[in-house]
């Protein structure tokens, strides 16, 4: 019996005083590794606006919007810009509000017309994290069997798991297809001296110093799972398997255009040409990208194809 108890005594001990895996990536985490490198792109591929997810799960792990993190790993990445829709743009509806009220110089260039794109929106979400997966204490079989200091040594040392499961979706802007989702999850198994163990805690483990990704043991696997996934989604990105921003517009065809006044659409780019049918104001026209000159080729609602002057038509 005593040679039991003395063999628990020090897969427990020596469980205490190895390092834990901060990340893993893969089946395996690298012995040493705790993440991935972070790959780099030679140049960005595209434009990116960051969505706050519908839940605001970082609420009960006293944590702030995940948009910190992934705007960070994108800008060192070098493989996508981002346009930030949240304090940004309130800013700059501020220097907006200051132009057209006289304020701001006449060559400041803030106005309509200036906002950048988003090729693409990115999703973060979290499929799960656990704080205590398995945890409990190593004394729940020895425990009891054991009195005096040794008994409380071992019933303070706990074992305790920390799980996340991160997800990043990627969003055609334009189509709003779901072009692909990265995953990325970390874990960590801590094993740490409670309470019971005569004063001498090694709490320090695991312990929880703030509310924020970098100072609570949650936060930082949280944040290592989504490392994870940024690395999963600039793979794919690297790939060749997402379209830049040029090729995406391009793949999404022509924006709908409406008549700005009655308009006949005829067979060819000609004002002899014959008549296909007479379009009203305020109907929407789909170009077909064919152009010649100031004429270009539409589809109307109803499936009638033709031609018509393009100083009739603007942007919806």
Not at 15 to 25: D, H, I, K, T, V
Not at 155 to 171: D, H, S
Request: glycine share 14%; with cysteine.
């Amino acid at each position: 019996m005593r040679k039991i108890l003395a063999t628990v005594l020090a897969i427990g001990m020596t469980a205490a005083l190895s390092a834990p895996a901060y990340a893993q990536y893969g089946a395996k985490p690298a012995p040493k590794a705790a993440t991935p490198e972070l790959p780099r792109c030679a140049a960005p591929v595209a434009t990116v606006a960051i969505q706050e997810p519908e839940t605001q799960w970082w609420r009960s792990y006293g944590l702030s919007n995940p948009e910190k993190l992934l705007k960070l790993f994108a800008s060192r990445s070098n493989c996508l810009r981002v346009v930030d829709r949240g304090a940004g743009m309130a800013m700059r509806q501020g220097e907006r509000a200051l132009s057209e009220s006289g304020e701001l110089r006449r060559d400041s260039g803030i106005g309509k017309g200036t906002v950048k794109a988003a090729d693409y929106f990115i999703i973060p979400d979290l499929a799960n994290a656990d704080e205590n997966t398995g945890g409990g204490n190593v004394a729940g079989a020895v425990g009891g069997l054991i009195g005096g200091t040794v008994g409380g040594v071992v019933g303070g040392i706990r074992t305790k798991n920390l799980e996340a499961q991160a997800l990043i979706t990627l969003v055609d802007s334009r189509t709003t297809e779901q072009v692909y989702v990265a995953e990325g999850t970390a874990r960590k198994k801590d094993v740490t001296f409670g309470a019971g163990g005569g004063g001498y805690g090694l709490g320090g483990l695991i312990a929880a110093a703030g509310g924020g990704y970098s100072d609570t043991d949650i936060g930082k696997i949280i944040s290592a799972a989504y490392f994870n996934a940024f690395v999963d989604l600039v793979g794919y990105i690297q790939g060749g398997n997402v379209a830049s921003g040029a090729e995406a517009k391009a793949n999404a065809g022509p924006v709908a255009q409406v008549t700005t006044a009655e308009v006949k659409l005829r067979r060819g780019p000609s004002p002899q040409a014959a008549i296909v049918y007479t379009l009203r104001q305020g109907v929407l026209v789909y170009p077909t990208g064919a152009r010649n000159g100031v004429w270009m080729e539409v589809d109307d609602e109803n499936g009638n194809r033709g031609w018509m002057s393009s100083a009739y038509a603007s942007p919806r």
